[in-house]
């Protein structure tokens, strides 16, 4: 595959995360001093920043990867946002970042950014309101049984779902929130000049002190086992063999039945 001509674009879930950073500054006016992007890459990991700064941030860090490098590991790009906060002449109170990748799924940067600082940590956030006067921040979660809400000190860690900043629309799918969809701003292109003049700062790893020389190996990838077809039963079988044919169903979850 060459890929010398395509375009870098973001993971699905930054550009809600930087929507939700530019609504909080709508909501909270002059609380919210500057908005500031960062992302880990090779030199064309550029063109994700300046679609945020496009987008309504005021500035952005690019650590900058060799084209040739391997993708940094969870663990190496918390350590390199937890250096690039730390060097920041302001306080940092608020970082938003996408819940997991989409390459190795690990989920688990936000978590050690949040370990790493000892800050407050909410994940799967679907909505966030912040108590600006009492510094607090109350964050529903994406959970497996529904939502959970959970009320976080500043500073924090939020990593996003999909749904955060969504917009509601009319009922018309089988799964009961799928019509609930993440709306990002859309950035115009008068907006991607004006990014063009504002500033990206460029650092190496190594500027800031952190290796992120890979200490996990892949042994192999296979794929999953194919799939057999499945076993037809009547219904005059499965009445008369209720009890065992659960127990085989269990035992067989590839199986079904079907009333002939």
């Known amino acids: 595959m060459t890929t010398g001509h395509q375009s870098f674009e973001s993971l699905p879930r930054i550009p809600v995360a930087v929507e939700e950073a530019v609504r909080l500054r709508e909501k909270l006016k002059d609380a919210v001093k500057s908005i500031k992007v960062l992302t880990v890459g090779p030199p064309k990991a550029a063109e994700t920043l300046r679609t945020a700064l496009a987008m309504g941030a005021d500035s952005g860090i690019h650590v900058e990867l060799p084209e040739t490098a391997p993708s940094p590991e969870p663990l190496s790009i918390a ?31 936000g978590q050690m950014l949040a370990g ?5 940590q909410a994940t799967f956030a679907s909505k966030i309101e912040v108590d600006e006067a009492n510094k607090v921040v109350l964050v ?11 009320r976080c000190k500043l500073p ?7 749904r955060l900043n969504g917009e509601l629309y009319p009922a018309s799918h089988n799964y009961i929130d799928a019509n609930f ?25 190594s500027d800031l ?3 992120v020389t890979p200490v996990l190996e892949t042994i192999k990838i296979t794929e999953p086992a194919k799939r057999v077809g499945g076993t ?26 079907s009333p002939n």
């Open 140 to 150: 529903t979660r994406e959970i497996d049984g529904g939502l959970q809400e959970v």
């Open 181 to 205: 969809v993440a709306e990002p701003r859309y950035a115009s292109l008068p907006n991607i000049m004006k990014a063009k003049k504002k500033p990206v700062e460029k650092f190496q790893p």
């Open 232 to 257: 037809r039963v009547s219904l005059s079988f499965y009445r008369k063999n209720v009890r065992r044919l659960n127990y085989v169903l269990r035992l067989n979850p590839s199986m079904s039945w």
């Open 209 to 211: 002190g952190v290796d």
């Open 116 to 120: 790493l600082l000892g800050w407050s």
């Open 79 to 109: 350590k390199l946002i937890k250096a690039s906060i730390e060097r920041q002449k302001e306080p940092v109170d608020l970082v938003i970042m996408g819940k997991q990748a989409i390459d190795d799924d690990a989920g688990q940067t």
């Open 156 to 162: 924090l860690i939020v990593t996003t779902d999909l």
